[in-house]
T-cell receptor
């Protein structure tokens, strides 16, 4: 069954609003990676989190890894139309398990 | 530096036929991963090759197989194609065998089974 769950599946926001996607695993992960896939494109690596409770920032993007290393989140502040795409988390167990992704639509 | 390349970009087959998809990793990368992305779905892990060996396999039937060549390029074979095999097949490569490394994805092969 699905090892890594991701919610929500879809999110529509007005440009300038914030956006958050959540990733949850039933088991402790070694690390977690986040990818972005633009419409018609392929996944592109954003970041990797390894340590319990780790928080990393990339401009308007904030990534968190839970204390128990079972969940993670990606938060985008003040979305822009360039943020459109599907965001995937990938949790490392014995292999990488990708979440189902959150498709973000930004309405200008 | 050239990225991951995949061929063909599109492939149309009929049920029961066999499909072969190819992937060339980034120079210096020894690991190759194969994923299936069905329309509107996430990435399902198929296979992981490193240094010519199969390291791990996803929950797919045996008619999905592959190999990695000495130059680290890889081939994915799908036998006895079924309609539900229609999907985007993505290949990714990484620098080491450790799956903690960043995966760089190719543009994918879009397979359509009629």
């Amino acid at each position: 069954g699905q090892q890594v769950m991701q919610i929500p599946q879809y999110q529509h926001v007005q440009e300038g609003e914030d956006f958050t996607t959540y990733c949850n695993s039933s088991t402790t992960l070694s690390n977690i990676q986040w990818y972005k896939q633009r419409p018609g494109g392929h996944p592109v690596f954003l970041i990797q989190l390894v340590k319990s409770g780790e928080v990393k920032k990339q401009k308007r993007l904030t990534f968190q890894f839970g204390e128990a290393k079972k969940n993670s989140s990606l938060h985008i502040t003040a979305t822009q139309t360039t943020d459109v795409g599907t965001y995937f988390c990938a949790g490392r167990l014995n292999q990488f398990y990708f979440g189902t992704g959150t498709s973000l639509t930004v309405i200008p | 530096e050239a990225g991951v390349t995949q061929s063909p970009t599109h492939l149309i087959k009929t049920r029961g036929q066999q499909a072969t998809l190819r992937c060339s990793p980034i120079s210096g990368h020894t690991s190759v991963y194969w994923y299936q992305q069905a329309l509107g779905l996430g990435l399902q892990f198929l296979l992981w090759y490193d240094e010519g060996e199969e390291r791990n396999r996803g929950n797919f039937p045996p008619r999905f197989s592959g190999r990695q060549f000495p130059n680290y390029s890889s081939e994915l074979n799908v036998n006895a194609l079924e309609l539900e095999d229609s999907a985007l097949y993505l290949c990714a490569s990484s620098r080491k065998g450790s799956s903690g490394e960043t995966q760089y994805f190719g543009p994918g092969t879009r397979l359509l089974v009629l």
